[in-house]
């Protein structure tokens, strides 16, 4: 689609003109994974046991990090307006933008998990399915939290808020995305949770475009 | 079909006025009937041969975990009615159960809390349902948050509206979700109050209860919107005639 | 929506608009139709960007009606541009948005003499020129209906000129203009004054 297409063109170039703030989750990710060796124990056996919790959750927070920031510029710059107003359907303008945002943000944090997964003595394939689960299961994270961000645009201090409305809506993912690892590090196939989570990413992909759309329409009252 | 009733709600004297009318109905309802359950309930039903007395904590329990997804069921059904059809009744009936449903959930935790004690010897076990009342609670407080947070109560409404419906579709999938964690991790415990076959003398007064609690659950949201109901049209006349104070 | 068969009309009936517990305006009513030019004036809060927003459809009024008839064009508050990308690049993203040829991005550069900051970044831009890149948007698309907040802010005099005379021709071709403003706009159209108080 035009729309979607163009919106996705001017949100690649805006990030590759503003990169440095797109290293950021990976560096937040690196650094909260590291402090649990630190806090827990070093010893390999309890941290390759909660490797994949620690990357899984510690992914959850860095992709909110970034989220409060999806819709905020263009909200207070006014561009939000101008594409409210042209007759085309802001939940594809809206999700457009999620999934550019989940392209900036989300996959360089799947690129750096076999760092941590290393770090964790997590076995190759506890790692395989956190990373194959990490592709199926960010993007719902960016979906869901698309909606709270559109939701909480017009508001000044909308991070603690933004924080309490998603992750209680990401327990699932974080179930199953954490079960598939746990689940191959046994030696026994993962397909059942990272299918349930495929299941996941289209209902999200399906819904969240209308609930992206009707909130951004909403702050703009 | 005569549809002035419905418009007459919808308009805040009339609304003040019925809900008034109807409180003392349920709150008495409520009463007697949360009054019979208690006593069915702590004197007239048998202890149960494998927990003893310990059970007799279902009557508060179980009526309180049905009254929290009964009351976000309410609650959703209205902020959907009130952002389809922009009615502020169903604004404020949304906005105004929300409280009582984070009591109740509230209530279903402690007293499962209260439960857990004797049961396993723990104030808190990850058990499945548990846990969903949990995120049940989280869901609440974050729709009450993201109401309030708005200047405009009105935008408030929509915007959390929003989140109580995409709270609908979450709330089964976190549930399964949940509950096959837990199946994986918990395989042989008993499952908590789920008896196959319930004494009807444990069971009558069970489900007395359970009507109670939705009697005052009717009779705290009407008290509630009465007040809403003034809060909201303060300066208009008929407010200013029932002599409450102005600003 | 854009509908040729239709002459460009705005009617507002007993609009009422209110926040929180002040009540900005009530039982406003008037009407435009082709080439009118509509000033909206008042003190600092009175309601005119609020207004200007129930004409454009942003919100529900707290009572009566607004009808509308033909496509909007938005100049608005914020000027919408984006600090990283060049006017070009924005108006680029507006015609794709809005369904106009790219062809139409050079002249409406031109007219608002933009051509020699067009492949700047607009975070080195002026107020000024900023805000003339954001009504360089006007020149692209057929809207009917412009509604324009506060259009001459941070304009010089050349370039006030250029806004009243794409008013005038807006005007000349059937449009309708709304705008807010403090000082009043030369152009040749009449112009219809709604005082909000």
């Known amino acids: 689609m035009s729309t979607a297409a ?216 | 079909m ?95 159960a929300a409280p009582l449903g984070a009591v109740f959930t509230a209530l279903t935790l402690a007293t499962g809390s209260l439960w857990g004690k004797p049961m396993w010897g723990t104030w808190w076990e990850w058990d499945a349902r548990m846990t969903s009342e949990l995120v049940l609670l989280f869901l609440y407080l974050g729709y009450i948050a993201l109401h309030d947070a708005f200047p405009e109560r009105r935008t408030g409404a929509r915007a959390s509206a929003v989140l109580a419906l995409v709270g609908v579709v979450n709330l089964p999938i976190i549930h399964y979700s949940v509950e096959w964690w837990h199946s994986l991790h918990q395989p042989a415990t008993i499952t908590k109050f789920g008896a196959p076959s319930i004494d009807t003398e444990m069971l009558v007064p069970l489900l007395l209860m359970a009507t109670g609690f939705t009697a005052w659950f009717a009779t705290a949201l009407l008290m509630r919107l009465r007040v809403a109901v003034v809060e909201h049209e303060r300066g208009a006349a008929w407010v200013r005639a029932l002599g409450v104070r102005n600003g | 929506m854009q509908n040729a068969a239709h002459d460009a009309e705005i009617t507002v009936t007993d609009l009422a608009c209110r926040r929180g517990e002040r009540v900005l305006f009530s039982g406003l009513s008037w009407r435009a139709g082709p080439g009118a030019a509509v000033r909206i004036r008042g003190r600092n809060g009175a309601g005119k960007t609020s207004l200007l927003r129930l004409l454009a459809g942003f919100g529900w009024p707290d009572a009566g009606f607004v009808h509308r008839e033909g496509a909007v064009a938005w100049v608005g508050h914020g000027d919408g541009l984006k600090s990283d990308l060049t006017p070009r690049e924005n108006l680029e993203f507006h015609c794709a948005l809005y369904d106009v040829p790219h062809t139409a991005v050079a002249p409406a550069i031109e007219r608002l003499g933009l051509a020699s900051v067009a492949n700047l970044p607009c975070r080195v831009l002026s107020a000024g020129q900023r805000r003339r890149a954001a009504l360089a948007r006007l020149c692209l698309g057929s809207a009917k209906i412009w509604l324009l907040d506060e259009p001459l802010t941070a304009l010089d005099a050349d370039a006030q000129r250029v806004v009243e005379s794409l008013v005038d021709d807006h005007g000349r071709g059937g449009g309708i203009t709304v705008f807010t403003s403090h000082q009043p706009l030369a152009s040749g159209l009449p112009v219809v004054e709604v005082e909000l108080t």
């Open chain 1, 6 to 221: 163009a919106v996705v063109r001017r949100d690649l170039i805006l990030a590759a003109r503003r990169w440095p703030e797109f290293a950021l989750p990976p560096l937040f990710l690196l650094i909260v994974a590291s402090l649990f060796p630190l806090a827990v124990s070093p010893a390999a056996s309890v941290l390759a046991l909660i490797g994949p919790g620690v990357i899984w959750v510690a992914a959850l927070l860095a992709a909110l990090l970034g989220q409060e920031l999806l819709f905020r510029p263009d909200y207070d710059d006014g561009a939000l307006e101008l594409m409210a107003l042209s007759s085309r359907p802001l939940a594809v303008i809206g999700t457009a933008r999620v999934l550019v945002h989940w392209f900036v943000t989300g996959l360089p944090l799947i690129v750096i998990t076999p760092l941590v997964a290393v770090w964790f003595s997590m076995s190759p394939a506890a790692t395989q399915a956190t990373l194959i689960g990490l592709v199926l299961g960010t993007p719902v994270l960016s979906l869901v939290g698309g909606i709270a961000a559109a939701l909480t645009v017009s508001l000044k201090r909308s991070a603690p808020l933004l924080a309490l409305i998603v992750l209680p809506l990401c327990v699932p993912v974080v179930i199953f995305g954490t079960r598939a690892a746990s689940l191959a590090d046994g030696g026994v196939p993962a397909d059942g949770p990272l299918y349930l989570l495929a299941a996941l990413l289209v209902l999200a992909l399906t819904l969240a475009p209308f609930a992206v759309g009707a909130a951004l329409r909403i702050s703009l009252e």
């Open chain 2, 2 to 96: 005569n549809w002035s009733w419905f418009h007459k709600l919808g308009s805040p004297p009339h609304l003040y006025r019925i809900a008034g009318g109807l409180v003392p109905w349920f709150g008495w309802t409520a009463l007697v009937l949360v009054l019979g359950g208690l006593y069915g309930g702590l004197w007239l039903a048998p202890p149960d041969y494998q927990m003893g007395d310990g059970f007799r904590i279902i009557y508060v329990h179980v009526p309180s975990a049905w009254m929290s997804m009964a009351a976000y069921a309410f609650l959703a059904v209205s902020a959907a009615i009130g952002l389809v059809w922009r009615i502020k009744l169903a604004e404020l009936a949304a906005r105004n």
